[in-house]
């Protein structure tokens, strides 16, 4: 091949932009919209059961003044307060209505009614303090550690798991 100098060198460089462009191509394409699995609330393989994915919890309520005094509800607490804001919702899955079993924890039925075990926040909820006194005797109040679960609690009649 008789080629000079010049045109390997522009012939190498187009090599290395269309290398460097295909080597993008699945990093970019991972950055896209979520897949439908996403979802679908992970499974909890150790006990066969599925949970709730923590992107489903509700927040805090918005619009909190910066005057306003704030209680942090976490654990017990924050399950309890959920359970409360849902117990009557007309209609069923992730935001709606909640129930609460004989063993402490609170869960939701999706369509398929199967059962979703519901998991507080890890960072808690922000609830305004007036409202969050109701839950001071709970594990998790403004993230106490003692206190009283949600066992012994009487809740709506729910279908059995």
Same mark, same amino acid.
């Given at each position: ?62 619009? %909190?003044?910066?005057?306003? #005094?704030? &209680?942090?509800?976490? $654990? *017990?607490?924050?399950? /309890? =307060? %959920?359970?409360?804001?849902? #117990?009557? &919702?007309?209609?069923? $899955? *992730?935001?709606?209505? /909640? =129930? %609460? ?61």
């Amino acid at each position: 091949m008789n080629t000079t100098y010049g045109e390997r060198k522009i012939v190498s460089r187009l090599l290395a932009v269309l290398l460097s462009a295909l080597l993008m191509v699945p990093l970019l394409s991972s950055c896209g919209g979520g897949s439908k699995n996403a979802t679908q609330p992970p499974v909890d393989d150790s006990i066969g059961r599925t949970v709730s994915d923590r992107t489903n919890q509700p927040q805090a309520k918005k619009g %909190l003044g910066t005057g306003q #005094k704030v &209680a942090i509800l976490a $654990g *017990a607490a924050a399950l /309890y =307060y %959920l359970y409360n804001q849902h #117990k009557n &919702a007309p209609k069923e $899955g *992730a935001q709606g209505k /909640y =129930y %609460l079993s004989k063993n402490g924890r609170v869960y939701y039925r999706d369509a398929e009614n199967r059962a979703h075990w519901v998991t507080p926040p890890s960072e808690g909820i922000r609830v305004p303090e007036s409202e969050a006194q109701k839950y001071r005797e709970f594990q998790g109040y403004n993230r106490q550690n003692t206190g009283r679960d949600l066992t012994g609690l009487t809740s709506s009649p729910a279908p059995a798991l």
